[in-house]
T-cell receptor, first 115, second 113 residues
Framework: NAGVMQNPRHLVRRRGQEARLRCSPMKGHSHVYWYRQLPEEGLKFMVYLQKENIIDESGMPKERFSAEFPKEGPSILRIQQVVRGDSAAYFC?????????????FGQGTRLTVV | SQKIEQNSEALNIQEGKTATLTCNYTNYSPAYLQWYRQDPGRGPVFLLLIRENEKEKRKERLKVTFDTTLKQSLFHITASQPADSATYLCALDIRQAGTALIFGKGTTLSVSS
């Protein structure tokens, strides 16, 4: 059973371009979470999704950021018109159905660099 | 707003000693609290989960306590080894409230031989 797969591992974008980050959860997991980690800072929650539903997006910036978890295929975190401040490591985690009392499994992250 | 604080950004100890990391939180009553380990350039890895009705949980050299009155969790590594050097993250599990795991900034532990 493969772990949480994120791709790409490294992504370089010029200011104003779009960044698409992909996350394939572990098999059987229906809950996906996205986090952002800036250097010397902790993991900041962005969005929590279940298949075809956004459960909590309270950590997402109001503009330029969006996320989806379609019925088929990976979860996508999309950042439009990237700026230098978007440079960070973006981690995806997944967990099985049900609430609480279960660990979250993290991917290795996508390191976005905006030049 | 919910707030999670881990007592120090860095902790340096000698091999063989016990490392104690602190996690304090405010404005929430989580049903569970979790601890993760993160190595540089890697994603966090789950270590332990403790429920609100549990006082203590152990796993090999690791021990976690959870005091819901003080709103505090302590994470202990006994007989520490250089391989224990990493950043340790505390996370409030508030998924029952329809949201997610909320993490502290972490404490970076360095164990010297």
């Amino acid at each position: 059973n493969a772990g949480v797969m994120q791709n790409p591992r490294h992504l370089v974008r010029r200011r104003g371009q779009e960044a698409r980050l992909r996350c394939s959860p572990m098999k059987g997991h229906s809950h996906v979470y996205w986090y952002r980690q800036l250097p010397e800072e902790g993991l900041k929650f962005m969005v929590y999704l279940q298949k075809e539903n956004i459960i909590d997006e309270s950590g997402m910036p109001k503009e330029r950021f969006s996320a989806e978890f379609p019925k088929e295929g990976p979860s996508i975190l999309r950042i439009q018109q990237v700026v230098r401040g978007d440079s960070a490591a973006y981690f995806c985690a997944s967990s099985p159905p049900g609430q609480g009392e279960t660990e979250a499994f993290f991917g290795q992250g996508t390191r976005l660099t905006v030049v | 707003s919910q707030k999670i604080e881990q007592n120090s950004e860095a902790l340096n100890i000698q091999e063989g000693k016990t490392a104690t990391l602190t996690c304090n939180y405010t404005n929430y009553s989580p049903a569970y609290l979790q601890w993760y380990r993160q190595d540089p350039g890697r994603g966090p890895v789950f270590l332990l989960l403790i429920r609100e009705n549990e006082k203590e949980k152990r796993k090999e050299r690791l021990k976690v306590t959870f005091d819901t009155t003080l709103k505090q969790s302590l994470f202990h590594i006994t007989a520490s080894q250089p391989a224990d050097s990493a950043t340790y993250l505390c996370a409030l599990d508030i998924r029952q409230a329809g949201t997610a795991l909320i993490f502290g900034k972490g404490t970076t532990l360095s164990v010297s031989s």
